[in-house]
């Protein structure tokens, strides 16, 4: 049985795939989510094997999702889409396979092979994914989009990651390293990143560890570990 | 003081022949405007001319000669400058010079410095920017005043024996001064006379051409055709006057009216070869009466015997002619001559243009009908996927959905009206809402606010459809829970608006980066009503988008010809 979580924000989409999905008999079907926000935290919890993966979903879309999950996590995933003006052909390299809504049955069954059969082969999926625009940040209980450009910087804590921006913090599901891997911040030091634009002056320090003033003046520690490659990065 | 009468006849006599220069072409080169290097010749042999005959008419006085030379002179520099003043000054000193005498020598140095008196007037009244001032008999009068009372200087200065000088001066100078004066400011005053006359036969010429610009286009615009053809060729005669005026196409006669419209009719084949030619090398053709006879092929007694054909043209294509006649007892005037062809060029604009913005509406109808047929292939399939999820469930909603569904393709596949009522584009797009809640579910709420007043107004097909589709495209479909759509019609200050509101605040940009549908639903508007109708997209980020359309509260639609080309 092949773990599988299925993704849409439409229910009767979602019921109906998830009804063929199970007649197949070569699926446990984890749960559906609605959104990707709800899909990223289900992913980390229910480590799937498999995505059935909605394209157009509303506030971010299937590509973006993709985008937020750390590589270790990445399923294998499956592109569900009414119709193909993505032109799927061209990123097939992106996903296993794709299925059109409305979905037969015969051709599920095409894929249930190719999912298989990847499966045994036990190559980890590895799908070419964008660059993160935007954010997703819990904001209320909103799902704030903060542009990667307006980030000052991030950092970790024991409640988890915090975006800075100059409207305030953020709190995110992502990860550092995703945000490391898909955003143009730099890593400075084990639990912040910094965004190379912000920064208006570095200060080196003795110890050959170094300090960096932002431009809304907050100060962020930097390892020596990280200098060497932030100088590589910014140039120095 | 006979010499002052005796000068005075001479000057009349030289104001008679300047009487009958400005009647001649040479007075063209006299309007004040700028002079061409040949038209300075023309005036410098002219000017010359008369300053010696100024010294002709002259009467000899005590060894010297009475004399009108310095009109000329002074006039030269007046009109056409220093240069032509100091050449015609020195042409006619020289001459004097020939004639001999004790003043021979100061009266050719002084009618050299009275030219370049009045080049120098001239300088300072250009430089003044006051050139109008020129051709003022004062300014004549003061500078020829001047210059004499200088010449006189001079031949005191000059003239040896001094004392025969002053005797001279003396008998003279009166006379001269007061009869130069006198002949340049008349001779001034004629040519300004002169000059108010053609300027008033240019503006009553210019004023016809307008009107008959200004009643022609007006019915040139509604299309090149018999009808429109008939009240021009009315009016072009009624304003020029001419014997007879005719309008064709390529092929036949579309309106005559005039002389000889017994036997030359509207439907008639384009026969005469005068038309023919112009028609076949796309140039005017004129046949003048008395080197080119015009014949008519159809008839002895056709009175008509002069006649102008101006091919009228599209896009460097020949599409019809206009024809001026005039009947054998006149002759064909210039100045119809070149009203006919101004008239031709304003009307072969006003054809392209016409085309230009037919082609324009063609363009927007077909490009919005393609937009209408096509199937928005996300709509069907995300339908027909809910569709196929509810039959499980709820075989009679499905069916309704079905119905719906069928509903809405073929009303938009049989829609050959271009004009509806509001009633009827809300029935068409409730088909498509219904799809869409049940494709949302809860996520997608519709509120309709319409004066009940409004239903019978008549819009453009096809006008509400790309305005719902945006709202839920770009802002429910994009809204996690709780997206709303309003739509509104309602009247305001004599206007009818018409607006689709949703919450989501998506698509916040101008009206010309949106999407097709609504461009050409803009652009329609726009064509039908005017630049001031059309839709307005106002938009708060993450809370509305609201789409206005614009329209005029008449409750009748004119059955526009945009719409039904």
């Given at each position: 049985m092949i773990r599988a979580l299925i993704i849409d924000d439409e229910q009767h989409a979602r019921e109906e795939l998830e009804l063929l999905v199970e007649e197949t008999?070569?699926?446990?079907?984890?749960g559906s989510c609605t959104n990707a926000i709800d899909a990223l935290r289900r992913i980390r919890t229910e480590?799937?094997?498999?995505l059935f993966l909605d394209?157009?979903?509303?506030?971010?879309?299937g590509f973006e999702l993709l985008a937020m999950i750390e590589d270790e996590l990445m399923p294998h995933v499956v592109f569900v889409t009414a119709y193909d003006e993505h032109a799927l052909k061209a990123f097939e390299e992106k996903t296993l396979d794709y299925l059109l809504k409305p979905v037969s049955p015969e051709r599920l069954l095409k894929t249930v092979n190719k999912v298989r059969e990847t499966i045994r082969r036990g190559e980890p999926p590895r799908y070419q994914v964008e660059p993160l625009r935007h954010i997703p940040c819990q904001f209320a209980n909103r799902v704030k989009l903060i542009p990667?450009?307006?980030?000052e910087y991030v950092f970790s804590d024991l409640a988890g990651i915090h975006l800075v921006t100059s409207e305030g913090q953020f709190f995110t599901e992502l990860t550092l390293k995703v945000l490391e891997e898909r955003t143009p911040l730099l890593r400075c030091q084990r639990q912040y990143l910094i965004?190379?634009?912000?920064?208006?002056e570095i200060k080196l320090l003795d110890n050959g560890s170094a300090e960096i003033k932002t431009q809304l003046d907050h100060v962020l520690p930097v390892s020596r570990r990280y200098l060497r490659q932030l100088k590589i990065r910014l140039k120095l | 003081m006979p010499l002052v009468f005796q000068l005075l006849q001479q000057t009349a006599v030289i104001i008679v022949i300047a009487y009958l220069f400005s009647k001649?072409?040479?007075?063209?080169?006299?309007?004040?405007?700028k002079l061409q290097r040949r038209q300075l010749l023309v005036l410098y042999v002219v000017f010359s001319l008369f300053s010696i005959l100024g010294t002709y008419a002259g009467l000899p006085v005590q060894g010297a000669i009475a004399n009108t030379r310095a009109i000329g002179a002074v006039l030269a520099g007046l009109i056409g400058g220093p240069v032509l003043g100091l050449s015609v000054g020195l042409t006619a000193g020289l001459h004097r010079f020939s004639?001999?005498?004790?003043?021979a020598f100061s009266c050719s140095v002084s009618t050299t410095v009275e030219g370049l008196i009045g080049g120098l007037v001239y300088l300072y009244l250009v430089r003044r920017k006051?050139?109008?001032?020129?051709?003022h008999p004062f300014v004549a009068f003061s500078a020829t005043l001047i210059a004499e009372v200088l010449q006189m200087s001079i031949i005191l200065a000059l003239a040896r024996p001094f004392g025969d000088a002053v005797a001279l001066v003396k008998v003279i100078a009166v006379p001269m001064i007061c009869a130069n004066s006198v002949g340049a400011a008349l001779f001034i005053s004629m040519i300004r006379d002169q000059k108010r006359v053609r300027d008033k036969v240019g503006a009553r010429f210019s004023s016809k051409a307008f009107t008959v610009a200004d009643r022609t286009l007006g019915i040139l615009s509604q299309g090149f055709s018999p009808e429109t053809a008939r009240e021009m060729v009315e009016v072009i005669r009624q304003e020029t006057g001419v014997g007879a005026v005719a309008m064709t196409d390529r092929k036949e006669i579309l309106a005559f009216s005039g002389i000889g419209a017994d036997h030359h009719?509207?439907?008639?084949?384009?026969?005469?070869k005068w038309s023919k030619q112009a028609l076949r090398e796309n140039k005017v053709v004129f046949?003048?009466?008395?080197?080119?006879h015009f014949q008519?092929?159809?008839?002895?007694?056709?009175?008509?015997?002069s006649v102008l054909v101006v091919p009228l043209q599209v896009d460097q294509e020949v599409v019809g002619t206009i024809s001026l006649y005039e009947p054998k007892t006149k002759l064909f005037l210039n100045i119809n001559r070149s009203f006919g062809e101004g008239l031709a060029t304003l009307y072969s604009h006003q054809l392209l243009r016409s085309r230009y913005e037919e082609q324009k509406t063609l363009l927007v109808q077909s490009e919005l009908k393609l937009l209408q047929a096509q199937v928005n292939p996300h709509f069907l399939f995300n339908a027909l996927n809910t569709i196929m999820a509810i039959v499980r469930k709820d075989a009679d909603q499905a069916r309704e959905l079905l119905m719906q569904l069928s509903n809405f393709f073929r009303t938009n596949l049989k829609r050959k009206k271009d004009i509806v009522t509001l009633e009827e584009e809300l029935v068409h797009i409730s088909s498509y809402l219904e799809i869409e809640k049940a494709r949302f579910g809860e996520r997608l709420t519709v509120n309709q606010e319409i004066d009940?007043?409004?239903?019978?107004l008549q819009i453009p097909v096809f006008t509400l459809q790309p305005l719902i589709e945006n709202a839920i495209k770009h802002g429910v479909a994009d809204l996690l829970d709780h997206g709303q759509v309003w739509i509104r019609a309602y009247r305001k200050q004599g206007l009818v608006l018409i607006e689709v509101e949703d919450n989501?605040?998506?698509?916040?940009?101008p009206m010309d980066t949106q999407g097709l549908g609504m461009r050409l639903v803009d652009q329609r508007i726009k064509n039908i009503y005017?630049?001031?109708?059309g839709l307005t997209v106002d938009c708060e980020p993450q809370r509305k988008t609201l789409v206005q359309l614009k329209l005029p509260a008449s409750e009748e639609l004119k059955n526009d010809s945009c719409i039904n080309h």
């Amino acid at each position: 049985m092949i773990r599988a979580l299925i993704i849409d924000d439409e229910q009767h989409a979602r019921e109906e795939l998830e009804l063929l999905v199970e007649e197949t008999g070569a699926f446990e079907v984890l749960g559906s989510c609605t959104n990707a926000i709800d899909a990223l935290r289900r992913i980390r919890t229910e480590k799937p094997e498999l995505l059935f993966l909605d394209i157009q979903m509303p506030a971010l879309n299937g590509f973006e999702l993709l985008a937020m999950i750390e590589d270790e996590l990445m399923p294998h995933v499956v592109f569900v889409t009414a119709y193909d003006e993505h032109a799927l052909k061209a990123f097939e390299e992106k996903t296993l396979d794709y299925l059109l809504k409305p979905v037969s049955p015969e051709r599920l069954l095409k894929t249930v092979n190719k999912v298989r059969e990847t499966i045994r082969r036990g190559e980890p999926p590895r799908y070419q994914v964008e660059p993160l625009r935007h954010i997703p940040c819990q904001f209320a209980n909103r799902v704030k989009l903060i542009p990667a450009a307006d980030v000052e910087y991030v950092f970790s804590d024991l409640a988890g990651i915090h975006l800075v921006t100059s409207e305030g913090q953020f709190f995110t599901e992502l990860t550092l390293k995703v945000l490391e891997e898909r955003t143009p911040l730099l890593r400075c030091q084990r639990q912040y990143l910094i965004n190379p634009d912000m920064i208006d002056e570095i200060k080196l320090l003795d110890n050959g560890s170094a300090e960096i003033k932002t431009q809304l003046d907050h100060v962020l520690p930097v390892s020596r570990r990280y200098l060497r490659q932030l100088k590589i990065r910014l140039k120095l | 003081m006979p010499l002052v009468f005796q000068l005075l006849q001479q000057t009349a006599v030289i104001i008679v022949i300047a009487y009958l220069f400005s009647k001649s072409p040479a007075m063209d080169y006299l309007t004040g405007a700028k002079l061409q290097r040949r038209q300075l010749l023309v005036l410098y042999v002219v000017f010359s001319l008369f300053s010696i005959l100024g010294t002709y008419a002259g009467l000899p006085v005590q060894g010297a000669i009475a004399n009108t030379r310095a009109i000329g002179a002074v006039l030269a520099g007046l009109i056409g400058g220093p240069v032509l003043g100091l050449s015609v000054g020195l042409t006619a000193g020289l001459h004097r010079f020939s004639l001999g005498g004790f003043t021979a020598f100061s009266c050719s140095v002084s009618t050299t410095v009275e030219g370049l008196i009045g080049g120098l007037v001239y300088l300072y009244l250009v430089r003044r920017k006051k050139p109008e001032q020129l051709f003022h008999p004062f300014v004549a009068f003061s500078a020829t005043l001047i210059a004499e009372v200088l010449q006189m200087s001079i031949i005191l200065a000059l003239a040896r024996p001094f004392g025969d000088a002053v005797a001279l001066v003396k008998v003279i100078a009166v006379p001269m001064i007061c009869a130069n004066s006198v002949g340049a400011a008349l001779f001034i005053s004629m040519i300004r006379d002169q000059k108010r006359v053609r300027d008033k036969v240019g503006a009553r010429f210019s004023s016809k051409a307008f009107t008959v610009a200004d009643r022609t286009l007006g019915i040139l615009s509604q299309g090149f055709s018999p009808e429109t053809a008939r009240e021009m060729v009315e009016v072009i005669r009624q304003e020029t006057g001419v014997g007879a005026v005719a309008m064709t196409d390529r092929k036949e006669i579309l309106a005559f009216s005039g002389i000889g419209a017994d036997h030359h009719h509207a439907g008639n084949p384009v026969v005469t070869k005068w038309s023919k030619q112009a028609l076949r090398e796309n140039k005017v053709v004129f046949a003048n009466g008395y080197d080119d006879h015009f014949q008519c092929p159809l008839a002895e007694h056709c009175p008509i015997g002069s006649v102008l054909v101006v091919p009228l043209q599209v896009d460097q294509e020949v599409v019809g002619t206009i024809s001026l006649y005039e009947p054998k007892t006149k002759l064909f005037l210039n100045i119809n001559r070149s009203f006919g062809e101004g008239l031709a060029t304003l009307y072969s604009h006003q054809l392209l243009r016409s085309r230009y913005e037919e082609q324009k509406t063609l363009l927007v109808q077909s490009e919005l009908k393609l937009l209408q047929a096509q199937v928005n292939p996300h709509f069907l399939f995300n339908a027909l996927n809910t569709i196929m999820a509810i039959v499980r469930k709820d075989a009679d909603q499905a069916r309704e959905l079905l119905m719906q569904l069928s509903n809405f393709f073929r009303t938009n596949l049989k829609r050959k009206k271009d004009i509806v009522t509001l009633e009827e584009e809300l029935v068409h797009i409730s088909s498509y809402l219904e799809i869409e809640k049940a494709r949302f579910g809860e996520r997608l709420t519709v509120n309709q606010e319409i004066d009940p007043t409004l239903l019978t107004l008549q819009i453009p097909v096809f006008t509400l459809q790309p305005l719902i589709e945006n709202a839920i495209k770009h802002g429910v479909a994009d809204l996690l829970d709780h997206g709303q759509v309003w739509i509104r019609a309602y009247r305001k200050q004599g206007l009818v608006l018409i607006e689709v509101e949703d919450n989501a605040g998506n698509y916040c940009k101008p009206m010309d980066t949106q999407g097709l549908g609504m461009r050409l639903v803009d652009q329609r508007i726009k064509n039908i009503y005017g630049d001031e109708f059309g839709l307005t997209v106002d938009c708060e980020p993450q809370r509305k988008t609201l789409v206005q359309l614009k329209l005029p509260a008449s409750e009748e639609l004119k059955n526009d010809s945009c719409i039904n080309h």
